[in-house]
């Protein structure tokens, strides 16, 4: 086809020449049904895709040529500096290595807390009985606590205080992540505090974390004073304004990404010198925007941008809201489990997004687990758990 037009145009170049020579003819009719001709064609061989002119002009499937068009090459903004390098290279070979496949995969539940977890008892009836498939880890940042069921007895790990959202608490988180990849059969790594309660029963929680590829990383854009607002120059050029994210930082981490996070400390000195409270007159807290800018940049399909922890900021106060017994009944309790969509506050202009929670390409609830709850609420608790955790994956 495309060779027959070509050739036409070939004849009608010549014509020109032809008749233009002849001077008995109106020249300028010849000229301009010529350059219509000329438009046709290569409208025709070059019509853009996606635009109307596709339709119009071309007889090939839109849609399909599309795809056949080499993707455009990206090329870098700006020269990466050698620590970027080298972080671009560890990273991308750690990406690119399909995960060691355990006989006997576990999910490791890290708990970040000042002492004694008050709600250590509903925590063992969710274990029960699934020994051999989870491990658990307490990071203790203030004193060393009680443990009264067997599932926490000896799991605390080395750790150091912890300052609200300060650096110390994702040094804290790392010493976590590092304990639990010191056992191979660890696939999965969730982080808890110690006001955290299971949602869901541990068959659902163990199904729904194993059986994808993504890690539960919570992460948004916030134009605002609590999100872009919080961004410090001076972490040019490794990280953009651009690239800035927030996010809670109650994660579920896939093995892969829990490597990466250790293996990473070129963004990590980034955050721990420049997002601090009281920085340039602002107060940047890094636990809320280290891990989500960080996967952002290096992995953006390979996280969910939501976490699966229920947190309710609906109150828009310095810290969310914490249930009391009085909120606690069965009805409440069932309605977090069936959430099926994701909710994040942000601070321009009170902005609130929100969307699907897919896993795997499909809707399903949002939150295996929630926070924060009294302590006071556990007798309440326990009697309810096995009433609303009665989903199944
Ligand atoms: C996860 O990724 C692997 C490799 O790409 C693929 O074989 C597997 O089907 C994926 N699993 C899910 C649940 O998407
Ligand atoms: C998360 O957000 C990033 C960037 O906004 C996007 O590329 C990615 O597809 C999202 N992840 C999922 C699982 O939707
Ligand atoms: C549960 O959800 C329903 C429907 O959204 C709502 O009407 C009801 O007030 C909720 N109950 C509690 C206890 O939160
Ligand atoms: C919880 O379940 C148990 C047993 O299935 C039942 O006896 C009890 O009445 C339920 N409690 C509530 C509040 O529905």
Same mark, same amino acid.
């Given at each position: 086809m495309k060779a027959t037009h070509v050739w036409h145009l070939q004849l009608n170049v010549k014509d020109i020449v032809v008749m233009s020579g002849s001077r008995k003819r109106p020249v300028w009719i010849i000229l301009l049904v010529n350059f219509v001709i000329l438009f046709l064609i290569v409208a025709y061989v070059y019509s853009p895709t996606t635009s109307a002119a596709c339709f119009i %002009?071309?007889? &090939?499937?839109c849609t399909l040529t599309f795809h056949k068009q080499p993707p455009a090459l990206k090329v870098p903004a700006r020269e990466l500096t050698d620590g970027e390098t080298i972080s671009q290279v560890v990273i991308s070979e750690i990406l690119r290595t399909p995960p060691v496949e355990s006989n006997n995969p576990k999910i490791a539940f890290l708990f970040l807390t000042p002492?004694?977890?008050? %709600?250590e008892a509903l925590w063992a009836k969710f274990f029960?009985?699934?020994?051999?498939r989870f491990s658990v880890y307490v990071h203790a940042s203030r004193e060393k606590p009680v443990h009264k069921t067997r599932y926490f007895k000896g799991r605390d790990i080395h750790s150091e205080s912890v300052a609200w959202g300060q650096i110390s608490m994702v040094d804290a988180e790392r010493r976590l992540l590092a304990q639990a990849l010191l056992d191979p059969d660890n696939q999965q790594f969730v982080l808890l505090s110690e006001s955290c309660i299971p949602l869901q029963n541990f068959d659902y929680v163990y199904n729904y974390l194993m059986l994808t590829n993504v890690s539960f990383i919570d992460c948004f854009v916030d134009l605002g004073p609590h999100g872009s607002g919080r961004y410090s120059e001076h972490m040019m050029p490794e990280v953009e304004k651009k690239d800035f994210r927030k996010g809670s930082q109650w994660f579920a981490l896939k093995r892969q990404h829990a490597i990466i996070t250790m293996a990473d400390s070129l963004y990590y000195t980034k955050f721990r010198y420049y997002? &601090?409270?009281?920085?340039e007159g602002r107060n940047c807290y890094a636990d809320e925007h280290y891990l989500p800018t960080f996967f952002n940049m290096i992995d953006p399909g390979g996280i969910a941008n939501r976490s699966v922890t229920y947190v309710d900021w609906s109150e828009r106060r310095w810290h969310p809201k914490s249930f009391k017994p009085v909120d606690i009944t069965l009805e409440f309790l069932k309605n977090l489990t069936s959430i099926d969509d994701f909710i994040h506050f942000t601070s321009d202009s009170k902005r609130v997004l929100t969307g699907p929670c897919t896993w795997n390409g499909i809707k399903r609830p949002c939150y295996l687990f929630a926070r924060k709850f009294y302590p006071e609420t556990l007798e309440k608790l326990t009697l309810l758990f096995s009433n609303y955790t009665t989903l199944s994956v």
């Amino acid at each position: 086809m495309k060779a027959t037009h070509v050739w036409h145009l070939q004849l009608n170049v010549k014509d020109i020449v032809v008749m233009s020579g002849s001077r008995k003819r109106p020249v300028w009719i010849i000229l301009l049904v010529n350059f219509v001709i000329l438009f046709l064609i290569v409208a025709y061989v070059y019509s853009p895709t996606t635009s109307a002119a596709c339709f119009i %002009f071309s007889s &090939k499937d839109c849609t399909l040529t599309f795809h056949k068009q080499p993707p455009a090459l990206k090329v870098p903004a700006r020269e990466l500096t050698d620590g970027e390098t080298i972080s671009q290279v560890v990273i991308s070979e750690i990406l690119r290595t399909p995960p060691v496949e355990s006989n006997n995969p576990k999910i490791a539940f890290l708990f970040l807390t000042p002492g004694t977890l008050p %709600f250590e008892a509903l925590w063992a009836k969710f274990f029960q009985g699934h020994e051999g498939r989870f491990s658990v880890y307490v990071h203790a940042s203030r004193e060393k606590p009680v443990h009264k069921t067997r599932y926490f007895k000896g799991r605390d790990i080395h750790s150091e205080s912890v300052a609200w959202g300060q650096i110390s608490m994702v040094d804290a988180e790392r010493r976590l992540l590092a304990q639990a990849l010191l056992d191979p059969d660890n696939q999965q790594f969730v982080l808890l505090s110690e006001s955290c309660i299971p949602l869901q029963n541990f068959d659902y929680v163990y199904n729904y974390l194993m059986l994808t590829n993504v890690s539960f990383i919570d992460c948004f854009v916030d134009l605002g004073p609590h999100g872009s607002g919080r961004y410090s120059e001076h972490m040019m050029p490794e990280v953009e304004k651009k690239d800035f994210r927030k996010g809670s930082q109650w994660f579920a981490l896939k093995r892969q990404h829990a490597i990466i996070t250790m293996a990473d400390s070129l963004y990590y000195t980034k955050f721990r010198y420049y997002c &601090k409270p009281n920085m340039e007159g602002r107060n940047c807290y890094a636990d809320e925007h280290y891990l989500p800018t960080f996967f952002n940049m290096i992995d953006p399909g390979g996280i969910a941008n939501r976490s699966v922890t229920y947190v309710d900021w609906s109150e828009r106060r310095w810290h969310p809201k914490s249930f009391k017994p009085v909120d606690i009944t069965l009805e409440f309790l069932k309605n977090l489990t069936s959430i099926d969509d994701f909710i994040h506050f942000t601070s321009d202009s009170k902005r609130v997004l929100t969307g699907p929670c897919t896993w795997n390409g499909i809707k399903r609830p949002c939150y295996l687990f929630a926070r924060k709850f009294y302590p006071e609420t556990l007798e309440k608790l326990t009697l309810l758990f096995s009433n609303y955790t009665t989903l199944s994956v």
